[in-house]
């Protein structure tokens, strides 16, 4: 069982559009994190998440935590080639000190 | 603040050997993580480390096994390669385990490929 499912797992669209991914689950998490990664390197750190409810801005990301701290949302405004890559959710569940990686979304983005 | 860093990048070996893959994490870091990433998989845990401690492990067979040294540093080995051992292995540190927010920061991998 996966417990943090992403959608979708891939998405293809033209620079400029607007796109938003899903990370979902069951279980409640006390944190969840957004990470990047290129092909060939590790994934870096976008943002974390803590409150339910939460909203938090980089640029033209948008990260959402849900009120019951079981999903969350990325939004990229005006998407650019740039953004292309795995994007990965992962959550701390309370009272359990092990991190769970969803399968992340696939993002391409056409020039 | 440097980041995490592993070696080596890259390495080719053939089924039956075994492998040592290194990692420096970040400083003042002193957990750290392995996973193992393929396309079909995504990300999988293998074991997470902590005052030279193993502290979690997954599901992953006895050829896996990692330690940690003093300063942090840590270390996995897998013996007797298979050709599905072929991965990007990954290595996380974070300041401790444990905690609410738990932000793991990733070093760039070593691309292991068995023949």
């Known amino acids: 069982t996966q417990l943090l499912e992403q959608s979708p797992q891939f998405l293809s669209i033209q620079e400029g559009e607007n796109l938003t991914v899903y990370c979902n689950s069951s279980?409640?998490?006390?944190?969840l994190q957004w990470y990047r990664q290129e092909p060939g390197e590790g994934p870096v750190l976008l943002v974390t998440?803590?409150?339910?409810?939460e909203v938090k801005k980089l640029k033209r990301l948008t990260f959402q935590f849900g009120d019951a701290r079981k999903d969350s949302s990325l939004h990229i405004t005006a998407a650019q080639p740039g953004d292309t890559g795995l994007y990965l959710c992962?959550?701390?569940?309370?009272?359990?000190?092990?991190?769970?990686f969803g399968k992340g979304t696939r993002l391409h983005i056409l020039p | 603040k440097a980041g995490v860093t592993q070696t080596p990048r890259y390495l080719i070996k053939t089924r039956g050997q075994q492998v040592t893959l290194s990692c420096s994490p970040i400083?003042?870091?002193?957990?750290v993580s392995w996973y193992q990433q393929t396309p079909g998989q995504g990300l999988q845990f293998l074991f997470e480390?902590?005052?030279?401690?193993?502290?979690n492990k997954g599901n992953f067979p006895g050829r896996f096994s990692g330690r940690q040294f003093s300063n942090s540093r840590s270390e996995m080995n897998v013996s007797t390669l298979e050709l599905g051992d072929s991965a990007l292995y990954l290595c996380?540190?974070?300041?401790?385990?444990?905690?609410?927010?738990?932000?793991?920061?990733f070093g760039p991998g070593t691309r292991l490929t068995v023949l």
């Open positions: 996380a540190s974070s300041l401790y385990p444990g905690a609410r927010v738990n932000e793991q920061f």
């Open positions: 279980s409640v998490f006390s944190s």
């Open positions: 998440v803590v409150t339910g409810g």
């Open positions: 992962a959550g701390t569940k309370p009272r359990d000190d092990k991190i769970i």
């Open positions: 400083s003042g870091h002193r957990s």
């Open positions: 480390y902590f005052s030279e401690t193993q502290r």
